[in-house]
């Protein structure tokens, strides 16, 4: 009888072990016994010790983690991963279903979905590989964590079929695995998670994966990056696509098609969700016809064609000690409840914010109340009503704040907002928070210099501004608590780095009411340099998809303001770069290209380029892309089924290309 050898050996082994661990993680079927998997694991372990060399990275017993980690590298997102709105009741819910109605004219329906309690994740295969996974992080960027996420028994680190695909989903602690760790951690003197949410980011977060190994992580996959690609056109497709290929999805989805149907889902998950084996905090909904979705679009934070409904949060009563009062880096003056400690979704809250004073008079909320306490969208403890039947007798109304708890500065409330706002430029708080943020990730991302340091550099007098920060020295670090000499290098190093930024992180650090990461970004890319954001007019901003006029007018009034243009001239002075460092290859090598100042939709079918494909190479050719057709718009590109866009492009007389006619004027820009 002929021997089998041991490279077959081993490819049938973990042919079955696959297939076994495929049924018990992902299908909930186990089809052996816990003793027959284990025995046939150890053969396999004992053939790949004998032959190191057939060890691949595909390999089961390559889930148990490697070598350690020094950090996490960044990742950017092939497409955005953006967040959802939220709803927190039916009328909101049925709001939204009106708002999607009002924007498609097609017949749609709803795929609604267990918002599962974990942490976003993005999984990219090329040739049915797993090569990389990664965390939300900004939605742009996020972190590195491939080695961790292959310890997660139900993420397939190889394909049956040869697919290069980018798919998103939700990992997360199952209930058990919770409790047990917490028992462990327990018995060993150390601290317990608060929730499965917080110990599945700590699981993800471990330089040594042998940790997340132990920690018994799930998944739930429920999109892909670019579906067309596929040939999909929903979102019900979609799922079904990802179950046929070997990923996790949540069965408990449903397709309904209307929002009645979708309300009747919340209320029976609203009761079942204790029941479950893992934690979920609402539902998702989505359109399920991605044409709709297309034509829906997005706003500059979220798509308009998904929601997520929030479970009304669990409630606690406590008594309020005492109401401290904050001033943020634009100057509002924010009231927070000092309380009783009470337990509230599984973590000890001791403080609730109250938002403004409108809010303290509105719920007569006074020293010494009792008072209900919940966690809005089961993050933020927020009060909900006074016990009034508790209220002691000689209580009084609380008082209006007059003056700034830092600066002590005389308050102003403007006719139009809420908040009561500290006026002074000059106030202390403002600036630091105004320098916390300058430094934070998702603006010059300057490590080392967090709110202690940083206020340590303004009590002493080194930094008034956030220019300042580039002139800083050795020799002024060194003054600092707990500043050595290698930390204090560390922190010039990263200073020293965020010089060289893109233009659009510059813009958002500079904490300009209402413009947002996103917005800077835009913003940005359509003025390339900050000398033309600068003198821009209102009527140019507003120009741009998705800048609106509370964002334009934010701009306009931050440059007009005489400290502004020396700020700018004092960052200059220190070497920050002032230009978009984005691709403008239109710019330079392009000049001649078709596309050129263009503004251009895509829509329907695309086959010789996937939809990203095709706008990132007209937008290397000089041309604006956007998701919905105006008068401003130059060309619309018909692919197969084009939708409503194609008739309104007809209606404004619009050039239209069919698919064809846009690989020819790629080519032909290419011999440009």
Same mark, same amino acid.
């Given at each position: ?198 110990? #599945?980011?700590?699981? /993800?977060?471990?330089?040594?994966? @042998?940790?997340?190994?132990? =920690? &018994? $992580?799930?998944?739930? !996959? ?15 497709? #979609?799922?079904?696509? /990802?179950?046929?290929?070997?990923? @996790?999805?949540?069965?408990? =989805? &449903? $397709?309904?098609?209307? !929002? ?25 909904? @989505? ?386």
């Amino acid at each position: 009888m002929e021997k089998v050898k041991p490279e077959a050996q081993i490819k049938e082994i973990r042919k079955k072990l696959n297939k076994w661990a495929h049924a018990y993680y992902v299908l909930d079927t186990p089809l052996v016994s816990d003793s027959d998997y284990d025995k046939l694991y150890r053969e396999l372990q004992d053939l790949e010790t004998v032959y190191p060399e057939l060890i691949t990275t595909d390999s089961i017993t390559q889930r148990v983690g490697g070598k350690l980690l020094d950090g996490f590298k960044k990742i950017e997102h092939k497409t955005p991963m953006m967040s959802l709105g939220n709803a927190f009741n039916e009328a909101e819910l049925r709001e939204f279903d009106a708002r999607v109605k009002k924007g498609t004219n097609q017949a749609i329906s709803y795929m609604v979905e267990l918002k599962i309690d974990g942490l976003a994740i993005n999984l990219s295969y090329v040739n049915s590989q797993l090569v990389t996974g990664a965390t939300r992080g900004d939605g742009v960027i996020g972190e590195d964590i491939t080695q961790n996420l292959r310890t997660v028994y139900s993420i397939p680190l190889s394909l049956e079929a040869d697919l290069t695909i980018d798919v998103r989903g939700e990992c997360f602690m199952p209930k058990a695995s919770f409790a047990s760790l917490n028992e462990r951690r327990d018995l060993e003197g150390e601290a317990v998670f608060a929730n499965p949410r917080n110990a #599945a980011a700590g699981s /993800l977060r471990q330089l040594d994966s @042998k940790v997340t190994a132990k =920690r &018994q $992580l799930s998944t739930f !996959i429920y999109t892909i990056a670019n579906p067309e690609q596929f040939g999909l056109t929903s979102q019900a497709q #979609a799922l079904d696509f /990802l179950d046929n290929h070997g990923f @996790k999805t949540n069965h408990r =989805r &449903q $397709l309904c098609q209307n !929002i009645d149907e979708v309300w009747a889902y919340i209320e029976e998950f609203r009761d079942k969700r204790h029941s479950l084996d893992y934690e979920i905090d609402g539902i998702v909904i @989505k359109v399920n016809e991605f044409s709709a979705q297309e034509e829906l679009g997005f706003t500059v934070k979220a798509p308009k064609w998904a929601i997520a409904y929030k479970f009304p949060a669990e409630e606690a009563e406590t008594v309020i000690r005492d109401i401290e009062w904050t001033v943020g880096r634009t100057g509002v003056v924010t009231p927070t409840a000092i309380m009783d400690s009470v337990q509230l979704a599984g973590t000890s809250v001791a403080r609730a914010s109250l938002h403004n004073y409108d809010l303290i008079k509105e719920k007569d909320i006074r020293l010494l109340d009792t008072v209900m306490v919940h966690k809005a969208g089961d993050i933020i403890p927020e009060v909900t009503r006074v016990v009034l039947d508790k209220r002691p007798k000689d209580s009084r109304a609380y008082p209006e704040p007059t003056h700034c708890p830092v600066c002590d500065s005389v308050l102003e409330k403007i006719e139009s907002e809420v908040a009561i706002r500290c006026m002074n430029p000059l106030c202390p708080a403002q600036i630091k928070e105004g320098l916390n943020h300058f430094v934070s990730r998702n603006a010059m991302n300057i490590d080392g210099l967090g709110p202690k340091v940083l206020e340590q550099l303004y009590d002493k007098g080194f930094i008034k501004q956030v220019s300042d920060l580039y002139y800083l020295t050795e020799s002024d670090l060194l003054q600092l608590d707990k500043i050595k000499e290698k930390s204090a290098n560390n922190i010039l190093t990263a200073i020293n780095a965020s010089k060289t930024n893109s233009l659009e992180k510059l813009l958002f650090g500079l904490g300009i009411q209402h413009v947002g990461a996103k917005a800077a970004k835009l913003i940005a890319e359509e003025f390339k340099t900050m000398t033309n954001i600068m003198s821009a007019s209102k009527e140019s901003i507003n120009q741009i998809d998705s800048i609106g006029p509370v964002i334009v007018d934010s701009i306009h009034k931050y440059f007009l303001v005489p400290g502004a243009t020396e700020l700018i001239n004092s960052l200059i002075s220190a070497g920050v770069n002032m230009d978009y460092l984005g691709l403008n290859l239109a710019d330079t090598l392009q000049v001649d290209s078709i596309f050129n100042g263009k503004t251009v939709v895509l829509t329907g079918k695309l086959f010789t380029y996937n939809r990203r494909e095709a706008k990132e190479k007209m937008e290397s050719l000089g041309a604006k892309v956007t998701g919905s057709v105006s008068k401003k718009t130059d060309i619309v590109v018909a692919g197969e089924e084009a939708g409503s866009k194609l008739e309104k492009a007809l209606e404004l007389g619009i050039t239209v290309w069919s698919e064809e006619e846009m690989v020819e004027a790629f080519n032909e820009s290419k011999d440009n």
